[in-house]
């Protein structure tokens, strides 16, 4: 039996939307809550070059990206999973992590992906630590917005041994990270509790938000926001009904499923839809979603044919006898990146119909480059507008830099500044040169 009604949820939701920050309410303009940033991780890197293996992940060539030169001349690679996208993605590689693992590759990566911090002595376990804040948890705090925390999403399953890898609050402070879209689709909406609120509240908050547009500190921009605010406080029965009964019930069936391999995608792709609802209607400034664990031991299911372990697949471990329908098993990987990427385009898609991807930063990236544990050629795709900082539609080289430097280039792109209104320029290990990289950037 349903716990909640459709009706429960928007009661709650519309007296639960957020009141954006309004700067020059409050004498702090520098807070404003600026472009969403979404980050999708996966595992065990992408099927590139790497010894004696050819390119099957990047495009052909650098320069400009089109759908029909990702769909035709770069088929076979991974990256034509995103054709229908092509102008409104900036690819980017030659990338690197600055600082070596101290005890395992996966968790090394992982630990200076979001962060560009050095990595922590070994622990008791397989795990060391970032030893510094990932960006989420920069983008979350500049905000009221989910009282200054980044979504962190999972999809996948949990064997034990290294799980979440990818946000944390600062150094050694690993946040974790929620499986279950129905569990996180109730609570930000409001449905585990105060579902006997009336629909009177709306009215109230509406006559509140009325009262504020009217006041002459209101700058032009805030007035933007306030509006943007009234709007999705009045047309949230709308919003929320881009989750149709269908995935509603999706949701509650993948409860107690979503760490299982046959359903592991799919949650991931529940997961979206919710990231496009939150981002909507300003339920978060900035969203993680990691699929697969440190490792991503995952069986994953490719055309009816269900693979071997994905790490193994990865590292090129796997008896030749379990191919199947792939001659190689870089290809078989191939076959996992584009499974990966599927999700991503669908997240695209989510955000896409709910008018936010050209507002939003939005990246899809993997913590170690190849299955050989490299930590250069950092596989970086990046989709959406933000603040228009970012050039679209281009396939990029960075010529082996650190990674700080697409760290801070993404933050610049969300819209925030330093106090003196300059870009940002360094994020990550003091020690780290930092600097904006001028191939991301637009004009």
């Given at each position: 039996m349903r716990s909640a009604t459709r009706r429960d949820f928007l009661r709650a939701s519309a007296a639960a939307l957020p009141l954006p920050f309004l700067g020059s309410l409050q004498g702090c303009a520098g807070e404003a809550s600026g472009h969403p940033l979404v980050v999708v991780r996966a595992a065990s890197g992408v099927a590139q070059a790497d010894g004696e293996e050819p390119e099957r992940f990047w495009p052909t060539q650098l320069g400009a990206l089109t759908s029909s030169l990702l769909r035709e001349r770069d088929a076979d690679r991974g990256i034509s999973e995103l054709a229908d996208y092509a102008?409104?993605?900036?690819?980017?590689?030659?990338?690197?992590?600055?600082?070596?693992?101290?005890?395992?590759?996966?968790?090394?990566?992982?630990?200076?992906?979001?962060?560009?911090?050095?990595?922590?002595?070994?622990?008791?376990?397989?795990?060391?630590?970032?030893?510094?804040?990932?960006?989420?948890?920069?983008?979350?705090?500049?905000?009221?917005?989910?009282?200054?925390?980044?979504?962190?999403?999972?999809?996948?399953?949990?064997?034990?041994?290294?799980?979440?890898?990818?946000?944390?609050?600062?150094?050694?402070?690993?946040?974790?990270?929620?499986?279950?879209?129905?569990?996180?689709?109730?609570?930000?909406?409001?449905?585990?509790?105060?579902?006997?609120?009336?629909?009177?509240?709306?009215?109230?908050?509406?006559?509140?938000?009325?009262?504020?547009?009217?006041?002459?500190?209101?700058?032009?921009?805030?007035?933007?926001?306030?509006?943007?605010?009234?709007?999705?406080?009045?047309?949230f029965e709308l919003m929320t009904a881009r989750l149709s009964e269908e995935i509603e019930a999706a949701m509650e069936d993948s409860a107690g499923n979503s760490t299982l391999d046959a359903f592991s995608l799919?949650?991931?792709?529940?997961?979206?839809?919710?990231?496009?609802?939150?981002?909507?209607?300003?339920?978060?400034?900035?969203?993680?979603?990691?699929?697969?664990?440190?490792?991503?031991?995952?069986?994953?299911?490719?055309?009816?044919?269900i693979c071997p372990a994905y790490h193994s697949v990865s590292h090129r471990s796997i008896d030749e006898a379990k191919l199947g329908q792939f001659a190689s098993q870089q290809e078989m990987h191939l076959g996992v990146n584009r499974l990966h990427l599927g999700v991503f385009r669908y997240l695209l898609d989510r955000l896409d119909d709910s008018d936010m991807l050209d507002r939003s930063v939005v990246v899809f990236v993997s913590d170690v480059s190849t299955g050989s544990h490299?930590?250069?050629?950092?596989?970086?795709?990046?989709?959406?507008?933000?603040?228009?900082?970012?050039?679209?539609?281009?396939?990029?080289?960075?010529?082996?830099?650190?990674?700080?430097?697409?760290?801070?280039?993404?933050?610049t792109a969300t819209g925030h500044r330093t106090a003196t209104g300059e870009p940002i320029t360094r994020f990550g290990d003091e020690s780290l040169e930092g600097g904006l990289l001028d191939v991301m950037m637009s004009g």
């Open positions: 102008d409104r993605l900036l690819l980017v590689r030659g990338t690197r992590f600055p600082f070596a693992a101290t005890h395992e590759a996966h968790s090394g990566g992982g630990n200076q992906l979001l962060t560009a911090a050095r990595v922590s002595p070994s622990t008791d376990s397989v795990m060391t630590y970032a030893l510094g804040e990932s960006i989420d948890n920069w983008v979350a705090r500049q905000s009221n917005v989910n009282n200054g925390e980044p979504l962190t999403l999972y999809a996948g399953r949990r064997d034990d041994y290294g799980e979440e890898v990818l946000s944390y609050r600062g150094p050694m402070q690993l946040r974790g990270a929620e499986s279950d879209p129905w569990s996180v689709y109730r609570r930000l909406t409001g449905a585990d509790g105060g579902s006997e609120m009336r629909a009177p509240v709306n009215e109230l908050i509406l006559a509140r938000l009325a009262a504020l547009s009217a006041s002459p500190r209101l700058s032009a921009a805030d007035k933007v926001r306030l509006e943007q605010h009234t709007d999705s406080v009045r047309d799919d949650v991931a792709r529940l997961h979206c839809d919710l990231i496009a609802l939150v981002l909507r209607s300003g339920r978060a400034s900035a969203v993680t979603l990691q699929i697969g664990d440190r490792l991503d031991n995952a069986n994953y299911t490719i055309n009816g044919q490299r930590y250069d050629q950092i596989p970086w795709v990046i989709a959406g507008g933000g603040d228009g900082t970012l050039c679209q539609g281009r396939y990029v080289d960075a010529g082996n830099v650190t990674h700080d430097r697409v760290l801070a280039t993404l933050l």
